[in-house]
T-cell receptor, first 110, second 115 residues
Framework: EDQVTQSPEALRLQEGESSSLNCSYT??????LFWYRQDPGKGPEFLFT???AGEEKEKERLKATLTKKESFLHITAPKPEDSATYLC???????????FGGGTRLMVKP | DTEVTQTPKHLVMGMTNKKSLKCEQH?????MYWYKQKAKKPPELMFV???????INESVPSRFSPECPNSSLLNLHLHALQPEDSALYLC??????????????FGSGTQLSVL
């Protein structure tokens, strides 16, 4: 069964404490993996798209990487304003629709 | 303009009411979507319109009725909802539907409470 699983469900960090969020997938024929950030009561905001294993994308304190089984969102020296839910979603051959993972709720304390 | 605008931001309705949610984009996108999101859950796809025609209906109850009057507008008509329909309703758009590299642009959503 095609699945997208994110871990941890929730993560508390101190300001400046770097960490990584994980998105693992068991789909055949990955066509793209997307990372979104969602603030409470708002819609998801697009961050990155990754297409093939070995690909990396960066934006400010965020860096996304992709392997054949999972993607990591690395957060370097996070700030309180990075607190949000981070969603990953995949598109694959069979479905061709976005399948979302459950999200990771990140809280960064000052 | 890279915005998807949704109105209203908040809506409280009774189970006998009829209301509509509205969504607008001016990016020239030809695909528009409705998602439902419960608290601490990922968005769930409800409907997809491509070139103003309904392409996907994810077995959504008939008390939800989508409408796409033109390529920039998307409505969701609500009638006889149940309390379990309370959720954040998100509109999204993309350049085309069924292209693997398409990314979705989401609106801020309508927080719906059904009493």
């Amino acid at each position: 069964e095609d699945q997208v699983t994110q871990s941890p469900e929730a993560l508390r960090l101190q300001e400046g404490e770097s960490s990584s969020l994980n998105c693992s997938y068991t789909v055949s024929g990955l066509r793209g993996l997307f990372w979104y950030r969602q603030d409470p009561g708002k819609g998801p905001e697009f961050l990155f798209t990754l297409y093939s294993a070995g690909e990396e994308k960066e934006k400010e304190r965020l860096k996304a990487t992709l392997t054949k089984k999972e993607s990591f969102l690395h957060i370097t020296a996070p700030k309180p304003e990075d607190s949000a839910t981070y969603l990953c979603a995949v598109r694959y051959n069979a479905g061709n629709m976005l399948t979302f993972g459950g999200g990771t709720r990140l809280m960064v304390k000052p | 303009d890279t915005e998807v605008t949704q109105t209203p931001k908040h809506l409280v309705m009774g189970m006998t009411n009829k209301k509509s949610l509205k969504c607008e984009q001016h990016m020239g996108h030809r695909a528009m979507y409705w998602y439902k999101q419960k608290a601490k859950k990922p968005p769930e796809l409800m409907f997809v319109y491509s070139y103003e025609k309904l392409s996907i209906n994810e077995s959504v109850p008939s008390r939800f009725s989508p409408e796409c009057p033109n390529s920039s507008l998307l409505n969701l008509h609500l009638h006889a909802l149940q309390p379990e329909d309370s959720a954040l309703y998100l509109c999204a758009s993309s350049q085309e539907f069924r292209q693997f590299n398409e990314k979705l642009f989401f609106g801020s959503g309508t927080q719906l409470s059904v009493l």
